[in-house]
C-alpha cells in the first residue's frame, strides 16, 4: 500500500504542515518512501459524510448507478454517502438494501450506507422489514420513504418506537400531501405571478411540528430531511431547546437559490421541496451557523434527460448536487472550514453512528479526507460532472474551490481533480 506525504498542507484552516497517510492512517514519524504531493495552500477536511444521495441504482440505471454515483460523490470531496430507498424495486427488504451496499463495496470509491424505505414500496400503508434490514450485512439505522412523506400518523408512530429498540433514525419527507396536491413551486407571490399552483411552507412545517411531538412523546430519534423554510427552522428551535431528539438537514440549493428562478420555466431548477424565497433562505443559513439545523446533505437527485428537459408541469423535481455541495457551501458560508467540517462531516457522521469517518484527522485515524484549493474558481460546466445526469442548476454559475484530491482509508479516489478509477 502506498504511502503519502502531504506537504505544506492546512489542515481545517491552521498552519501548514505535512501530513502522513500510512496503511491507511494518519501517521506519525519518517515518510521513508512515501509519494509527496506538494499540497501547500491546500485545505484538508475530513471525507464528507452525505446522508442524502439519490444513487438510483437498482432501477434507473441510465440516471445514475451506484458506481457512477460513487465516483461524483469522491470527486466532491465524499468518503460517504447514505443511498436513499426509492429505487426500483424500493429498498424496503433486507435483499435490496444488501445488494446496494455489496454494489458500493465493489465501486469502492466512497463508503455507500442504504437507507431502508419505512414502508413497503413506499406506500405509506405497512412497515417495511425495518428489523431485518438493520441486522442484514448492510447494517441500516436509517430509515425514509424519501420523495414520500409518511403521512399517516399512526405509521409515523409505529416506525418511531420500532427503530428505538436499536437506536434507529426516521429521516421524514416533510411534506403534508393533502396541502400540495399538483403543487409546481413554493406557494407565494411568484407562484400568484406565474399562475402555477403553490406548495405552501405550511406544508412542511405542520409534519415537522406534528413529528417532533410524535418523537418527543415515543423517545425515539427523529431526522428531518432537507428543511426548506424559516417557519420549519422555528419549530426546530423550540423542539431542540425542549430536548426532542431531532436533527435536520439543508440542501446546498436551498442555501443558495431562490423562487423568482421558477419564472423561467427552466425545469432544472424544478425541486421538491420547492425553492423558496430569499427570506427563508437568509433564516436557514443563520440556523445552519447556530446548529438549530445540524447538517448540509446534498439530496442528489440525477434524473435522465427525458425526465428533465420538458415542460416544467411535467418534468420531474430535483438536481444533481454531490460534485458542487462543497464549493455551493463555500459560497455561502465562506472559508469556516471548523464549521464546514462540523456541518458536512463529523455531525452527518455523529447521527448515522458511521465511524473512521468526520474524524479530526489525528494520528491514528482513518484516512478519510479531502483536499480542497480555496483559491481555485471553476464554471460549473454539466458536461464535466461524473453523474450520469447532467441536471445541475449551476451551469456556467463560477463557484469557489476546488476539490484536489480524496482518499478512503488512505487510498486516493481523486487525484490532481480527477478519478483515479
Ligand atoms: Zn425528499
Known amino acids: 500500500m502506498t504511502s503519502y506525504l502531504l506537504r505544506g498542507v492546512s489542515v481545517l484552516g491552521a498552519e501548514p504542515t505535512d501530513l502522513l497517510i500510512r496503511d491507511g492512517v494518519i501517521a506519525s514519524g519518517p515518510a521513508t518512501g512515501a509519494d509527496i504531493i506538494d499540497a501547500a495552500g491546500l485545505v484538508a477536511l475530513p471525507g464528507l459524510v452525505d446522508l442524502h444521495t439519490h444513487l438510483r441504482e437498482p432501477g434507473r440505471e441510465d440516471a445514475e448507478t451506484v458506481e457512477t454515483g460513487s465516483r461524483a460523490a469522491a470527486l466532491g470531496g465524499y468518503t460517504a454517502v447514505f443511498a436513499m430507498a426509492n429505487t426500483s424495486p ?21 463508503d455507500v450506507q442504504p437507507i431502508g424505505a419505512v414502508t413497503v414500496g413506499l406506500a405509506g400503508k405497512q412497515l417495511a422489514e425495518l428489523g431485518a434490514m438493520a441486522t442484514s450485512a448492510a447494517g441500516v439505522r436509517i430509515f425514509s420513504d424519501d420523495g414520500h412523506c409518511v403521512a399517516d400518523p399512526r405509521l409515523m408512530r409505529r416506525a418511531l418506537e420500532y427503530v428505538k429498540a436499536f437506536d434507529g433514525i426516521i429521516a421524514q419527507h416533510a411534506e403534508e400531501p393533502r396541502l400540495t396536491e399538483g403543487a409546481q413551486m413554493h406557494e407565494g407571490e411568484v407562484s400568484t405571478r406565474l399562475g402555477l399552483t403553490g406548495w405552501p411552507a405550511v406544508a412542511e412545517e405542520a409534519i415537522i411540528a406534528r413529528d417532533v411531538l410524535l418523537a418527543e412523546h415515543v423517545g425515539s430519534r427523529l431526522h428531518i430531511c432537507h428543511v426548506s423554510t424559516a417557519g420549519s427552522v422555528e419549530v426546530l428551535r423550540q423542539a431542540k431547546a425542549r430536548g426532542v431528539r431531532v436533527t435536520a438537514e439543508v440542501t446546498p440549493h436551498h442555501l443558495l437559490l431562490t423562487d423568482e428562478l421558477a419564472a423561467s420555466y427552466d425545469p432544472v431548477y424544478k425541486v421538491n421541496p420547492p425553492l423558496r424565497t430569499a427570506k427563508d433562505v437568509h433564516a436557514l443559513r443563520e440556523a445552519l451557523v447556530e446548529g438549530v439545523i445540524d447538517i448540509v446533505a446534498t439530496d442528489h437527485a440525477p434524473h435522465a434527460v427525458e425526465d428533465k428537459e420538458c415542460e416544467w408541469a411535467y418534468a420531474r423535481p430535483g438536481m444533481v448536487g454531490l460534485e458542487t455541495a462543497l464549493p455551493v457551501v463555500l459560497s455561502v458560508l465562506g472559508e469556516r472550514w471548523d464549521l464546514i467540517a462540523e456541518r458536512m462531516s463529523r455531525t452527518p457522521a455523529r447521527i448515522a453512528g458511521l465511524t473512521g469517518h468526520g474524524t479530526d484527522l489525528a494520528v491514528g485515524d482513518p484516512a478519510n479526507l479531502t483536499l480542497v484549493d480555496p483559491s481555485a474558481r471553476r464554471v460549473v460546466d454539466p458536461s464535466e460532472l461524473a453523474s450520469r445526469s447532467r441536471n445541475t442548476p449551476y451551469a456556467g454559475t463560477t463557484l469557489p474551490g476546488r476539490i484536489v484530491a480524496t482518499f478512503l482509508r488512505g487510498e486516493p479516489t481523486v487525484l490532481d481533480g480527477k478519478a483515479v478509477k
Open 90 to 110: 424500493v429498498a424496503d427488504t433486507a435483499g435490496v438494501v444488501e445488494q446496494v451496499w455489496r454494489l458500493g463495496r465493489e465501486a469502492g470509491l466512497v
